[in-house]
């Protein structure tokens, strides 16, 4: 049997091993020389969230009889895409690459080792995850999806939509549609994570099947619109909460004394990226 110190421990190895490896990935982008075309970024992003996911497998399935659930995969491996997607982003805005990497790699660290931690109620056997564990777990998934949606934006050519570039109603349908089924992958997954957490679903693929939709559409026409900068993601993580408020009606009651809360501190980080977004511009 595995002790907690051991586990902890190797937590904390899975953590460092997940960073380093974002930190090899995204040094071509503090090159001023090397231009990472986007295919091979969203290419490094799977093989950053799939070597998280695996890491969190190995971590979690010992001296688990009942194995693993495949949705406690899912945070981990969203976070640590989210700490690699971060990072183009940030230098898009105007942020120096070595300081972006810096500041993503240190944030992601405790991020990263958050989820893994956050996951483990889930998984063991004899725990029993109380209400703090599932928020912790809501929290991470829509911070990391408002995350990699930024991160679409940001390494899509012409993804982020600028004024002096774009004509509305000249945009290319192809980009659109690659933007919104990027942006509706991810909500599938947190979707998917989301609806298994509140209790057995018998219809989890299809309830998972409805945020994608939802977000890919939302995605989809905010590019149409060529909503600015950082607005246009934080309007879709607006959309994913209100769609997991709507998909959780039958969740533990602490949810619906909270939500308006939880509304009101998304509403305020709404109005901060529309403040940042003006004053930028």
Known sequence: MVHEPVRRRQGRTL??????FIGLASLPLAAPSVEMDWRAQWLVAVLVGGAAAYGTFQLYGEDEPRGVPIESLITPA???????????????????????????????????????????????????????????????????????????????????????LDVPGEIPVDLALTMGLADAAIAFLVGYRLTAMVGPAPAVGWASGTYAVVIGAASVAFRWLAVPGLMGPALLAVVLYLSTIARTRAAPPDLHTRWPFEALILGLAVVAVVVYQLLAR
Not at 15 to 20: A, E, F, Q, V
Not at 93 to 111: C, D, E, Q, Y
């Open 15 to 20: 953590t460092l091993l997940t960073i380093g």
């Open 78 to 164: 969203l976070v640590a895409v989210a700490v690699y997607a971060a990072i183009p982003a940030a230098v898009w805005m105007g942020t120096h690459p070595a300081f972006a990497i810096v500041a993503a790699l240190v944030g992601g660290a405790v991020l990263l080792r958050t989820a893994i931690d956050a996951e483990l109620p889930f998984v063991r056997l004899g725990d029993l995850p109380v209400a703090r564990d599932r928020r912790v777990v809501e929290g991470l998934l829509l911070g990391a999806a408002f995350l990699v949606f930024v991160g679409v934006a940001a390494t899509l050519p012409g993804g982020w939509p600028l004024p002096e």
